[in-house]
């Protein structure tokens, strides 16, 4: 007996509860009276044996994955889900198939069961489905010692140390600088000088909003800094951090953790249609510099909350799409595998991101390098298996895992997308008209198979309209009476019945062992508090990890956000705070930052700007040998590190030369269209390439298929959590910048900008250096610039007029700026 869905968009798959497959088993229900243990051999087992074993039996072959000679092997299900539901014999999918409810679930598939003998199933199951069959429970044991690995210096709570002193008592701006200032004398390492306000401010810029100043800005902050250096740069800073560019910014920094992607990624790369939202809440809360704390709690458990109003609600319900945007192997065959594979992706995104820990390297067995017994990974599994995953992806071919998404509260003022009254009737009957053809089609398909008489590929034109009825369905699904778009979002709820799960002996699903609450991991105290037996214990985790009490959500915090602004973190592997992880080059400064953090309201702005305004953060990159041969990393941070600009910064620097960029934000996304599956992207690739001009935050992130802007330039990879970028130099980088319509089009718009801005040859080229370099240019770079000039405009005047052979000699020069190290890097 094979239990299959016809279709996820009309058997919805989140229906499935995913607690019961996994954590039930014989031990879960009392011992079967006498009546019922005769009851079962006497009419249940002669009825299994006779009908179901041929194909649902360990003993012979397992068909979707349901195995019915075990108690375990109902309780667990096939790829469908559980075959019974205890007690709700219209509930189980068992008693469904075997009355012929369904077409496509009409089990056995030949002849039906005889009417006594499904009454008796039906019966069987009321009863609560007692079983005398018992499957021996394997016990798993760890040999890690939690106590000693809690000696670990992540797990210990950070200390709160006198700040050092040292005799260069005018250097220091604050604590930071004389926590830097105490290592480099530690190792007889010296701090170069400041860079200059032009470098400085450029820098500042780039770091905290990702784009240039203009040349005005550096003007005024140049003035500013001459009079008062302290105030110009508090100010500015001030400035920059109430601007709406900040939380596009540092917002694509926790993007990258986040491993946000507009796609499922894997075999079936099918769009988050809703993704977006997600994407837009987090720029908004680092804009509002919402409490980090609090920006824990909505992601992880933000539809748990309680809330005052609607907006509240639906801000927090896309919150949860954290959880939710990861990579999906959609055309996973069993339904148990995937699920556990969403859950497993979830805990991994969850710790890296929030824990600085590998936590899912304990699937399989206890962690390597790590006090992580397998039992706590399969403690959280309990409480992420206990929750309920909406992506909404649309049904289409391959895509057996679709699922729908979540209806917000609140309309947008303006939808997305609308259709007309005519388009609607118009899907309304195209749908109707495929439906039939459905119908006929399967009813050939069966006659031809029963019949054995050859005739059209019915199955074929089957997959077709079933794949036609999801996509039109799934569009008329997603608008209103007025043909509005409604309004979706990605995310997660608690599941109507949390469970706990057993150990799986090496990640085996059909090997259990024993069961474990669901819970944290031992090593990190405070343990967290007890989970009611009615909810998945999400809340809890949420506020555990929320807590200024555990030892690593501050630490890994602000290691972030330090990186952010000095390239490096204290800890330089940010996704990775334990053993096999690197030790923090400066261990006081970063436990002083993580309860700076927490006493300033885990406030992302006041952290930043604690550190920008220090000494440290405004040293020059200037060259020292005898630094350089005892610190050439410059781990101790005796100057500022060069960096390159990342994939964002470089595109959005390219537009705002141009004068071309546009700040407002885009509605939606590029690949979110009702009703487009993954033929879209299959068949149109060029999607994620067009020369669109807003900010790159906000191009549509395919996974695996990433604009090239992006790709060649180390953009985060979305299938995984990315909290260090690759910054990489290479050929292919230099031929982009060369070659690539996109940035030909911003160096033709920026010579047309030049030629608007200055009147003479000389001034366009020193306006250009204000705008690409945020300097001035030296004489003898003005004299190299002009040379180049005549030289070129003289051959090419040879072929074309001297007017064009101007103009394509300023954006030849303008592709040059883009082209050199200067403006590609942060000095």
């Given at each position: 007996?094979?239990?299959?869905?016809?279709?996820?968009?009309?058997?919805?798959?989140?229906?499935?509860?995913?607690?019961?497959?996994?954590?039930?088993?014989?031990?879960?229900?009392?011992?079967?009276?006498?009546?019922?243990?005769?009851?079962?051999?006497?009419?249940?087992?002669?009825?299994?044996?006779?009908?179901?074993?041929?194909?649902?039996?360990?003993?012979?072959?397992?068909?979707?994955?349901?195995?019915?000679?075990?108690?375990?092997?109902?309780?667990?299900?096939?790829?469908?889900?559980?075959?019974?539901?205890?007690?709700?014999?219209?509930?189980?999918?068992?008693?469904?198939?075997?009355?012929?409810?369904?077409?496509?679930?009409?089990?056995?598939?030949?002849?039906?069961?005889?009417?006594?003998?499904?009454?008796?199933?039906?019966?069987?199951?009321?009863?609560?489905?007692?079983?005398?069959?018992?499957?021996?429970?394997?016990?798993?044991?760890?040999?890690?010692?939690?106590?000693?690995?809690?000696?670990?210096?992540?797990?210990?709570?950070?200390?709160?140390?006198?700040?050092?002193?040292?005799?260069?008592?005018?250097?220091?701006?604050?604590?930071?600088?004389?926590?830097?200032?105490?290592?480099?004398?530690?190792?007889?390492?010296?701090?170069?000088?400041?860079?200059?306000?032009?470098?400085?401010?450029?820098?500042?810029?780039?770091?905290?909003?990702?784009?240039?100043?203009?040349?005005?800005?550096?003007?005024?902050?140049?003035?500013?800094?001459?009079?008062?250096?302290?105030?110009?740069?508090?100010?500015?800073?001030?400035?920059?951090?109430?601007?709406?560019?900040?939380?596009?910014?540092?917002?694509?920094?926790?993007?990258?953790?986040?491993?946000?992607?507009?796609?499922?990624?894997?075999?079936?790369?099918?769009?988050?249609?809703?993704?977006?939202?997600?994407?837009?809440?987090?720029?908004?809360?680092?804009?509002?510099?919402?409490?980090?704390?609090?920006?824990?709690?909505?992601?992880?458990?933000?539809?748990?909350?309680?809330?005052?109003?609607?907006?509240?609600?639906?801000?927090?319900?896309?919150?949860?799409?954290?959880?939710?945007?990861?990579?999906?192997?959609?055309?996973?065959?069993?339904?148990?595998?995937?699920?556990?594979?969403?859950?497993?992706?979830?805990?991994?995104?969850?710790?890296?991101?929030?824990?600085?820990?590998?936590?899912?390297?304990?699937?399989?067995?206890?962690?390597?390098?790590?006090?992580?017994?397998?039992?706590?990974?399969?403690?959280?599994?309990?409480?992420?298996?206990?929750?309920?995953?909406?992506?909404?992806?649309?049904?289409?071919?391959?895509?057996?895992?679709?699922?729908?998404?979540?209806?917000?509260?609140?309309?947008?003022?303006?939808?997305?997308?609308?259709?007309?009254?005519?388009?609607?009737?118009?899907?309304?009957?195209?749908?109707?008209?495929?439906?039939?053809?459905?119908?006929?089609?399967?009813?050939?398909?069966?006659?031809?198979?029963?019949?054995?008489?050859?005739?059209?590929?019915?199955?074929?034109?089957?997959?077709?309209?079933?794949?036609?009825?999801?996509?039109?369905?799934?569009?008329?699904?997603?608008?209103?009476?007025?043909?509005?778009?409604?309004?979706?979002?990605?995310?997660?709820?608690?599941?109507?019945?949390?469970?706990?799960?057993?150990?799986?002996?090496?990640?085996?699903?059909?090997?259990?062992?024993?069961?474990?609450?669901?819970?944290?991991?031992?090593?990190?105290?405070?343990?967290?508090?007890?989970?009611?037996?009615?909810?998945?214990?999400?809340?809890?985790?949420?506020?555990?990890?929320?807590?200024?009490?555990?030892p690593l959500t501050a630490r890994v915090a602000a290691n972030r956000i330090w990186q952010g602004l000095f390239g490096r973190g204290i800890v330089s592997s940010p996704d990775n705070f334990g053993n096999t992880g690197q030790r923090p080059s400066h261990p006081e400064l970063l436990d002083h930052l993580a309860l700076r953090f927490v006493e300033n309201g885990w406030s992302v702005k006041a952290m930043i700007r604690e550190m920008v305004l220090s000494r440290t953060y405004r040293l020059a990159s200037t060259f020292d040998s005898s630094n350089y041969t005892a610190d050439p990393d410059n781990v101790h941070l005796w100057r500022a590190t060069p960096r390159r600009l990342d994939a964002e910064a470089l595109r959005d620097a390219m537009l705002v030369a141009s004068g071309g960029l546009d700040l407002q934000r885009p509605r939606g996304s590029l690949v979110a269209s009702p009703g487009e599956a993954v033929l879209q992207l299959r068949f149109n690739p060029d999607i994620v390439n067009r020369p669109e001009t807003f900010r790159s935050v906000y191009l549509p992130v395919i996974r695996d298929q990433l604009p090239e802007s992006l790709a060649l330039f180390d953009g985060a990879d979305p299938n995984m959590v990315t909290g260090v970028r690759d910054s990489t130099n290479v050929p292919g980088?230099?031929?982009?910048?060369?070659?690539?319509?996109?940035?030909?089009?911003?160096?033709?718009?920026?010579?047309?900008?030049?030629?608007?801005?200055?009147?003479?040859?000389?001034?366009?080229?020193?306006?250009?250096?204000?705008?690409?370099?945020?300097?001035?240019?030296?004489?003898?770079?003005?004299?190299?610039?002009?040379?180049?000039?005549?030289?070129?405009?003289?051959?090419?005047?040879?072929?074309?007029?001297?007017?064009?052979?101007?103009?394509?000699?300023?954006?030849?020069?303008?592709?040059?700026?883009?082209?050199?190290?200067?403006?590609?890097?942060?000095?």
């Open positions: 007996m094979k239990l299959v869905l016809a279709s996820a968009f009309f058997v919805p798959f989140f229906l499935l509860w995913v607690g019961t497959p996994l954590s039930l088993s014989a031990a879960d229900s009392p011992e079967p009276s006498p009546e019922q243990t005769a009851f079962f051999e006497s009419k249940i087992r002669p009825a299994l044996s006779q009908y179901c074993y041929e194909c649902h039996s360990s003993g012979e072959k397992i068909r979707g994955g349901l195995a019915l000679d075990s108690r375990n092997g109902m309780l667990a299900g096939g790829d469908s889900g559980p075959a019974i539901v205890p007690g709700q014999p219209d509930s189980s999918l068992l008693y469904e198939a075997i009355t012929w409810a369904e077409r496509d679930t009409q089990m056995p598939p030949k002849n039906k069961m005889p009417d006594a003998v499904i009454a008796d199933f039906r019966t069987w199951i009321a009863m609560g489905a007692p079983d005398p069959r018992v499957q021996e429970t394997t016990t798993v044991k760890s040999a890690i010692d939690v106590e000693a690995g809690r000696q670990f210096w992540s797990f210990q709570p950070p200390r709160k140390g006198s700040v050092p002193q040292s005799k260069e008592t005018d250097w220091a701006r604050n604590d930071i600088d004389r926590f830097v200032l105490a290592a480099l004398e530690s190792k007889g390492l010296h701090p170069v000088g400041d860079a200059d306000p032009q470098s400085l401010v450029r820098r500042l810029h780039f770091d905290l909003t990702g784009l240039p100043p203009s040349p005005e800005e550096v003007r005024a902050f140049v003035h500013a800094w001459n009079s008062d250096p302290e105030r110009a740069l508090a100010v500015k800073t001030d400035a920059l951090l109430a601007s709406q560019s900040f939380g596009e910014r540092w917002g694509r920094h926790w993007l990258d953790v986040a491993r946000y992607a507009d796609s499922t990624g894997k075999e079936v790369n099918v769009p988050f249609n809703h993704a977006w939202r997600y994407r837009d809440y987090v720029i908004d809360s680092f804009n509002e510099n919402k409490p980090f704390d609090r920006f824990i709690l909505e992601q992880v458990a933000g539809d748990l909350l309680p809330v005052r109003t609607d907006e509240d609600f639906q801000e927090n319900l896309i919150a949860t799409g954290f959880l939710a945007i990861g990579t999906k192997g959609l055309n996973e065959p069993n339904g148990r595998q995937f699920l556990l594979d969403v859950a497993d992706e979830q805990i991994d995104t969850t710790f890296q991101a929030f824990q600085g820990l590998t936590v899912a390297c304990a699937r399989c067995h206890d962690h390597k390098t790590d006090p992580i017994p397998t039992a706590d990974y399969y403690a959280l599994a309990g409480i992420f298996l206990s929750t309920e995953t909406f992506y909404g992806t649309v049904p289409s071919v391959g895509n057996r895992r679709a699922t729908e998404a979540l209806l917000l509260p609140i309309s947008d003022a303006v939808p997305i997308k609308s259709y007309s009254a005519q388009e609607v009737d118009g899907m309304k009957q195209r749908l109707a008209a495929m439906e039939t053809q459905f119908a006929e089609a399967r009813a050939a398909e069966v006659r031809q198979r029963l019949t054995g008489e050859k005739g059209a590929n019915n199955l074929g034109n089957i997959i077709r309209l079933r794949s036609q009825i999801d996509l039109i369905g799934s569009t008329l699904k997603g608008i209103d009476e007025q043909g509005r778009a409604k309004t979706f979002a990605v995310g997660v709820q608690d599941r109507n019945l949390p469970v706990d799960v057993p150990v799986l002996v090496r990640g085996d699903l059909e090997k259990p062992a024993q069961k474990v609450p669901r819970g944290v991991p031992q090593v990190i105290q405070p343990s967290a508090p007890a989970i009611p037996s009615g909810t998945s214990g999400r809340l809890q985790l949420a506020r555990w990890m929320a807590s200024p009490e555990n980088q230099a031929l982009y910048l060369m070659n690539n319509p996109f940035v030909l089009r911003q160096a033709e718009l920026m010579a047309a900008r030049l030629g608007q801005e200055a009147e003479s040859v000389r001034d366009r080229f020193h306006r250009s250096f204000l705008i690409c370099y945020g300097r001035p240019p030296t004489e003898q770079e003005i004299a190299s610039c002009q040379t180049f000039f005549q030289r070129f405009v003289t051959e090419a005047a040879k072929t074309m007029d001297l007017e064009k052979a101007r103009t394509l000699a300023f954006t030849t020069f303008c592709q040059g700026l883009f082209a050199s190290a200067e403006f590609r890097f942060l000095n």
